[in-house]
């Protein structure tokens, strides 16, 4: 069984003027694409349901066939297995940023700078902190992102975040619901304390300070959430599935599913991703794995900087890399769908709810009239319009997968 | 009110490559079907979820407007009903085998040579019996398929099978999951050696292995199952409906439900049956009633053994029975759709999780350009892409039945 996924990271999109009212879909040579609209079967997608904003974390859900509404707990504990923290049942995860604060406490830059390689070393200096019988974990993520996770008893996600989200304001104080909300926030408000004093104190800082670079010298937290109770793809399919993304939440998406997450030399998440690298990683995958999502990152880049022509590139590598999966593996030895994970207008630079087009080829799927990949042609194929999490169900009803209901 | 729905089981199909890439409908001479779709509105059902496959059961459940989510509850009171015992709540049914034991108790044949005749007398040995308290209903059904009912206090549907779907092995011990579960199977274990002892002493048994012919000198037990609270369809819709089928299990399902079920002499549920006293039976029925579903099982029964020309045949059969209805009727005077139960590929020869087609004519209906009766062409119609319970409630509506909610 060789079944694959690939998401254009908000590839969906609107007219854009400047391409003559066509979208970026429309208007790119993305013939590998067409290819699987040709010879499949075609539709749009609502990843959660009509006209809903799906974030990147809640649309992977979908598209790997759970209920983002059942499952979805936060942002915290994704960040924290995206980068690579093991969680437990009732820890507590947030996502955070280094910030950084002027003399009067108001912060000055949400990202420190987007500092870098001192991060890390700032943040194992957080790492493994105790209070109140709670167990502190502080790890850097990427670049000015760091994840916490709160481990002990009598905690719980019911905190306020601490980033009011812009600049020239002082971080919020973090306030608790309940009991255990009103102590996990009096844990957090002391550890805030320290973190304070440790960094403003941190040999790095005072370098930073020295070059004339922006200080890490606080910390900025949100999106606090616990660990779901989550029946395993594995367990639920029958599958065995594999992940290659280059976002630390969609790999977290993955291990809290249960997929393994197949790390890729080059895979950066960004435009300058090496999109064959990730080809070559999927089929070497497929041999390992029944099932494999790969997300290519870059178009929802170039979109929320409202860079046209960078997500036309885009569009034409994932394309490329598409290229190079069919050719390797063959088409006919594939079922498998292109497909995007939310729509990122250029022309918005944020995600929007509007469907994603989808094409399934599989030798057993029917095949319908539509020869082109793109939001409007594939509207009209024999799929219709299907909500993100039927995706797989009907990808592995072509393999022959899942049990009957009734007889 | 004329109000029909034509089901073809399992005539859903996929491409077929001796028919040139094209699927069964796409291939026949389906004229009737054809002229619904041109005359009408189109699209595809989901007869469950997109991706889940029905059995006859559940997608019947659907079709007749009922979520089976919410009311199956296995197979065993649909055989029951189907076979014509009538239940109360909380009994516990089981659809059972006749099948043929060795010397050493391991099963040889599970069907007992597909007893016919024999079966009714061998079944009337075992029905009455009274253990602790609980009474057993036993009757054969359709050849080797029989029906056991138990009927007492403290039983429960909580206890396995003791079918192992395999020769060469012995019956498995059915086993109860708590108090009333225990109990069940320890009444179950004595009847089934009361069943043992009483069979192999049949003279029925002794005269088939005279004539060298495997005794049917054992049962077989699946689908433990217990009678769902169910709103009936006159109740729910106030539409007074009946169902015409050749399979007992569709039968259950229209009992089950509350609709009338139309015995039709020549209706066998097979290849052979007479699709025009179907249409006759049909025409006759809507002088009683407004709502009349009709199943042909042949499509299906071609379908499982992979008999391409056969189902074709078949397909043109169902065209024919639609004719005679359009016929003697008038097109005008109906509200009919013309669908499947779900989809049994011929390459597959099970019935997997596609969504089946779906012709919808009213004088009140829209009509759109879709102008043939098959899986493609019926995708790009005006219905668009629906689930099994939302056709009645749409038929009901063309015809003005229906409370508004809200005002």
Redesign the interface.
């Known amino acids: 069984m060789s079944i694959v996924v690939l998401v254009g990271d908000g590839m969906s999109d609107r007219r854009v003027s400047i391409l003559g009212d066509r979208t970026p879909l429309q208007y790119s040579r993305n013939r590998n694409m067409c290819l699987i609209s040709k010879l499949g079967e075609n539709g749009i997608i609502d990843p959660i349901s009509p006209g809903v904003t799906p974030g990147s974390d809640t649309a992977h859900i979908a598209l790997l066939g759970y209920d983002p509404f059942e499952i979805y707990t936060g942002r915290g504990v994704l960040e924290a297995l995206g980068s690579g923290i093991s969680l437990k049942r009732g820890d507590i995860a947030f996502r955070c940023n280094f910030c950084t604060l002027d003399e009067k406490g108001v912060i000055v830059d949400r990202r420190a700078g987007r500092i870098r390689e001192d991060g890390e070393i700032l943040a194992k200096s957080l790492d493994g902190i105790r209070i109140s019988g709670v167990k502190i974990k502080f790890k850097q993520a990427l670049a000015h992102r760091c994840v916490l996770v709160l481990r002990g008893k009598k905690i719980s996600h019911e905190v306020t975040d601490t980033d009011p989200k812009r600049v020239g304001v002082k971080p919020l104080i973090p306030k608790g619901r309940g009991e255990d909300g009103e102590r996990t926030a009096e844990i957090l408000r002391e550890f805030l304390n320290i973190a304070k004093e440790t960094l403003s104190e941190h040999p790095v800082n005072k370098e930073r300070i020295r070059k004339g670079l922006p200080p890490a010298n606080f910390i900025l937290l949100r999106g606090a959430s616990f660990l779901p109770e989550v029946q395993k793809f594995k367990e639920r399919f029958g599958v065995n599935g594999a992940c290659i993304a280059g976002m630390s939440l969609v790999k977290g998406v993955a291990r809290l599913l249960g997929l393994d997450v197949v790390e890729v030399e080059g895979a950066t998440g960004g435009l300058d991703t090496d999109v064959l690298s990730k080809a070559d990683a999927t089929i070497s995958s497929l041999d390992k794995y029944d099932f494999v999502l790969v997300n290519v990152k870059g178009t929802d880049e170039a979109s929320h900087d409202g860079k046209v022509f960078e997500k036309v590139n885009m569009i034409e590598k994932i394309d490329l890399l598409l290229g190079r999966i069919l050719e390797e593996k063959g088409i006919e030895e594939l079922t498998i769908a292109v497909t995007a994970d939310h729509t990122t207008p250029l022309e918005v630079k944020k995600h929007t709810g509007d469907p994603v087009p989808v094409a399934i080829y599989s030798k ?6 539509t020869r082109l990949f793109d939001e409007i042609s594939c509207s ?8 993100g999490k ?1 995706l ?6 072509l393999e ?1 997968i ?6």
């Open positions: 057993s799927a029917r095949r319908d009239s009209s194929g024999s799929i219709g319009r299907i909500s039927n797989l169900p009907i990808m592995f009803n022959g899942g049990e009957e209901f009734g007889e």
